[in-house]
């Protein structure tokens, strides 16, 4: 009787069953791995899918993306005011390495932070990365005109530095309270960088032109990302427990290689990444250049984000219907497309078309990259790694895009050759998507 007793009490208390290696193990072995299974799911399996922090986290994150890439994003409005007020003796190829080493650093430090994360420094994270964001914009406002190093110091290496702190672990962190609901969770959180890109260029466009100038414009601004980092900080915060072995990054970037249809995704990345940020830093700029009134020049980047903000939102939904890899492929090619449109613009109707159809496409393709990872990681553990590594080498793209398009811009503002530069390598691009998507199909890996 007590051998039989022993067992159905220990059943029920699966933790008590996996520490009795030297209490009738043996004896238990059958009856505790049907329990641990089936009975009581680890915590990796338990997603409240909902709840006051999960729903706080997940603003928490929204907040971040809208002081992050939000703000990154909004790189049109200096390029535009740089090139024609502040750095009038730098080159387009000059300006726009500003914008672009901060894209670049947002998406390569992803590496750093992966592993970071994983490691448990969520929090360390997120408090550094917000103060180091909070300071270099400070820093900013006391830059001199045509002092391009101290430009290039503070926007371009401290928030690129601190927007790569802030990026995976504001989109990871949300994997832990949502698993059947994370890709809609992750489209919803997205969007805050399509809201900041909205807010950010107006605020922005209105101040510096007006009567506050450079220095107390960008102060302001940096006062106003403050006050929205401290929030999210505080909303966010972890479920479970890092990884007990954390992801080692030479093995992961190995089996990321292994991966068929994940080396095809780095390629679609980098690719992608090389064009995608073209029309964000040049649309203004282009508009202007047009002859296209300057107050309604201001409002092209707004426009662009308004319809990438609800891209994003109406993503979750769409990939409900025909998949994660499928929305990419399709967004990828739209977005190249209309790149390649860029080149017609001429009028304010083509400011605004182009505009709606870029935001849009561009919208969805952001809020597919989160999910995209998550489906194409095997263990949730090693999610961190596995974004970290996509973004890191997406990165690469962002630093030589849009510097290369500025050469081929030139003095002489020749704007069809970086349009066609910049759609190619998006189109080729969606390429290497479609055959992760297609791969992974033949596997049954989707």
Not at 64 to 72: A, N, P, Q, S, V
Not at 208 to 220: C, I, K, M, S, W
Not at 380 to 408: D, K, N
Not at 417 to 440: E, H, N, Q, R
Request: proline residues 5%; hydrophobic residues 45%.
């Amino acid at each position: 009787m007590a051998v039989e007793t022993k067992p159905q009490m220990l059943s029920t208390e699966p933790p008590t069953t996996q520490d009795s290696d030297n209490e009738g193990f043996k004896v238990l072995d059958i009856e505790s791995s049907v329990s641990n299974d089936s009975v009581v799911p680890s915590r990796l399996d338990e997603f409240p899918e909902g709840g006051l922090a999960a729903w706080s986290t997940a603003f928490g994150s929204f907040l971040i993306l809208f002081c992050g890439w939000g703000y990154t994003t909004s790189f049109g409005v200096y390029e535009d005011f740089y090139t024609q007020h502040y750095l009038t003796n730098e080159t387009p190829f000059a300006i726009s390495s500003i914008g672009s080493f901060n894209a670049f650093l947002g998406t390569a430090m992803s590496l750093v932070a992966g592993s970071l994360y994983d490691r448990g420094y969520f929090y360390h994270l997120v408090i550094t990365g917000s103060l180091l964001q909070s300071l270099s914009i400070f820093m900013l406002s006391f830059a001199k005109p045509d002092q391009y190093y101290q430009i290039f110091l503070t926007q371009g290496l401290c928030s690129g530095v601190a927007l790569g702190l802030l990026y995976v672990p504001s989109l990871a962190v949300v994997s832990h309270y949502f698993k059947r609901k994370r890709t809609l969770v992750m489209t919803l959180v997205i969007p805050g960088s399509s809201l900041g890109a909205i807010i950010h260029p107006i605020m922005l466009n209105n101040l510096l032109n007006g009567h506050l100038g450079f220095a107390n414009t960008v102060r302001a601004s940096a006062g106003f990302l403050s006050a929205l980092l401290l929030i999210a900080c505080l909303c966010m915060r972890t479920r479970l427990d890092p990884p007990t072995a954390p992801v080692n990054y030479i093995a992961a970037a190995k089996k990321c290689l292994q991966d068929v249809p994940f080396a095809f995704a780095l390629a679609g990345a980098f690719l992608i990444q090389i064009g995608f940020y073209y029309p964000l830093f040049f649309l203004q700029l282009d508009s202007i250049k047009h002859g296209i009134s300057t107050s309604f020049s201001f409002y092209s980047l707004v426009i662009l984000n308004v319809s990438s903000c609800v891209g994003r939102v109406t993503s979750g939904y769409t990939a409900a219907y025909i998949g994660v890899p499928n929305l990419t492929v399709i967004s990828a090619i739209l977005c190249g497309l209309v790149i390649l449109g860029t080149i017609g613009l001429s009028s304010l109707t083509s400011v605004v078309i182009l505009g709606v159809l870029y935001g849009y496409s561009s919208g969805v393709y952001n809020a597919m990259l989160g999910p995209l990872a998550a489906i194409l990681a095997p263990d949730p553990s090693e999610l961190g790694g596995w974004m970290g590594i996509l973004f890191f080498i997406g990165g690469f793209g962002s630093l030589i895009g849009t510097p290369i398009s500025g050469i081929l811009l030139s003095s002489n503002y020749t704007w069809w050759k970086p349009a066609l530069f910049s759609g190619v390598a998006a189109l080729v691009g969606a390429v290497m998507y479609g055959f992760t998507g297609f791969i992974c199909t033949r596997k049954n890996k989707f």
